[in-house]
T-cell receptor
């Protein structure tokens, strides 16, 4: 069966510090991968998605970036965090097909102080 | 019109009650529809897909009205464990599109 891992689970970082969040998927090949952010009291916002190694599409302009160095690894990064980057970061995967269900990892709760 | 719109609630219902959630979407080209459940401070989990003919999974029934661009979720015989936020989800545009748009969710509290 497929599983998705994210770490760390929680993170407190000062403004201006760098960020690296990691997501890995097991039990499937060639998944589509996604990074979402959920700010307090708001809906899920799609940040990035990837259909393959090295292929990244950005949904919103921001100071975040994403990379996919391996088929089942997705990384979210920032060189300098802003207060507004605080939120719940969720990684998800799906497989190509009409159903399009996405399955989420446990998330990383980021607080920028 | 927002891409996916839901009543935020909260819906406070007694155990055993029947509760219905509604959702509207703006893109008539959308082909895939889902309900997700999100517990407090947890990740969203797929509850059920929504099919054109309507579908049922135990106490949960989902309906789709393409003409009105409207989706519903009915929960019968509510349990305390049903307390969560329910997210209406629609694929962004057209068959084969893998990007999903999430509603902000409807919060349900089932009271003893």
């Amino acid at each position: 069966s497929q599983t998705i891992h994210q770490w760390p689970a929680t993170l407190v970082q000062p403004v201006g510090s760098p960020l690296s969040l990691e997501c890995t998927v097991e039990g499937t090949s060639n998944p589509n991968l996604y990074w979402y952010r959920q700010a307090a009291g708001r809906g899920l916002q799609l940040l990035f998605y990837s259909v393959g190694i090295g292929q990244i599409s950005s949904e919103v302009p921001q100071n975040l970036s994403a990379s996919r160095p391996q088929d089942r690894q997705f990384i979210l990064s920032s060189k300098k965090l802003l207060l507004s980057d605080s939120g719940f970061y969720l990684c998800a995967w799906s497989v190509l097909g009409l159903a399009n269900e996405q399955f989420f990892g446990p998330g990383t709760r980021l607080t920028v102080l | 019109r927002k891409e996916v719109e839901q009543d935020p609630g909260p819906f406070n219902v007694p155990e055993g009650a029947t509760v219905a959630f509604n959702c509207t979407y703006s893109n008539s080209a959308s082909q895939s529809f889902f309900w997700y459940r999100q517990d407090c401070r947890k990740e969203p989990k797929l509850l059920m897909s929504v099919y054109s003919s309507g579908n049922e999974d135990g106490r949960f029934t989902a309906q789709l009205n393409r003409a009105s661009q409207y989706i519903s979720l009915l929960i019968r015989d509510s349990k305390l464990s049903d307390s969560a936020t329910y997210l209406c989800v629609v694929n962004r545009a057209g068959a084969g599109s893998y990007q999903l748009t999430f509603g902000k969710g409807t919060k349900l509290s089932v009271i003893p």
